[in-house]
């Protein structure tokens, strides 16, 4: 065999002997690639929630007359067959915590009461969640740009406490015919509430 032949292979055999010791002894990291990933996703969100949805400002009736569109189409005396009532579907346990005291046929055959009880839970879940709402307004979480009146909706849909849990842990409440409250912050987002 020519010399030239020989060198040619031994330079092979130990060009690949040292790459094999290299990745051995020196085995590549990966976490500088991770880090740069999390740097990407972090400016992301910056970006994100310093580019709030564009949101047609509403006010305070648009709100009532939209919602009460959604749950009722806007019809004061029905009933669903889950038992909740009225333009705004209003269950009477809610009704009693409200600290309203009225029978089913009252409270179906009266708008001024049903429009009363709707500002007064406004208000109520506003106390409750004022904290969150002051906190997380104007920016996003969980993927949902956050706004008083989608708060404000989530929290008729599903309670205060369903509200406070997906601020909390992300977990999304859906109603008996499957609502969720997320769908609510998205739809009722961006109206400005007398409450």
Avoid at 24 to 42: A, C, D, G, N, Q
Avoid at 122 to 129: A, E, S, V
Wanted: charge should be positive; aromatic fraction near 12%.
């Amino acid at each position: 065999m020519p010399k030239a032949l020989l060198s040619t292979i031994a330079v092979i055999f130990l060009s690949i002997f040292v790459s094999i010791a290299k990745a051995t002894l020196f085995p590549p990291t990966f976490e500088s690639i991770s880090y740069e990933v999390r740097e990407i996703e972090l400016e992301k969100l910056k970006l994100k929630s310093n580019n709030p949805p564009k949101i047609k400002i509403k006010d305070h009736n648009a709100f009532l007359n939209d919602i009460g569109f959604r749950e009722s189409s806007n019809r004061y005396h029905i009933t669903n067959k889950y038992g909740y009532m009225g333009k705004y579907q209003f269950g009477m346990k809610t009704l009693k915590s409200l600290g309203i005291k009225t029978t089913k046929k009252e409270f179906l055959n009266n708008p001024e009461l049903q429009e009363k009880a709707m500002l007064l839970l406004l208000k109520d879940n506003k106390r409750i969640l004022r904290k969150l709402i002051k906190k997380y307004e104007g920016k996003y979480l969980h993927g949902i740009y956050i706004t008083e009146s989608g708060v404000l909706a989530a929290s008729h849909l599903g309670g205060a406490g369903n509200v406070k849990k997906w601020f909390r842990k992300g977990e999304v409440f859906r109603d008996a015919i499957g609502t969720s409250i997320t769908s609510y912050m998205k739809q009722f987002s961006g109206y400005n509430l007398d409450v």
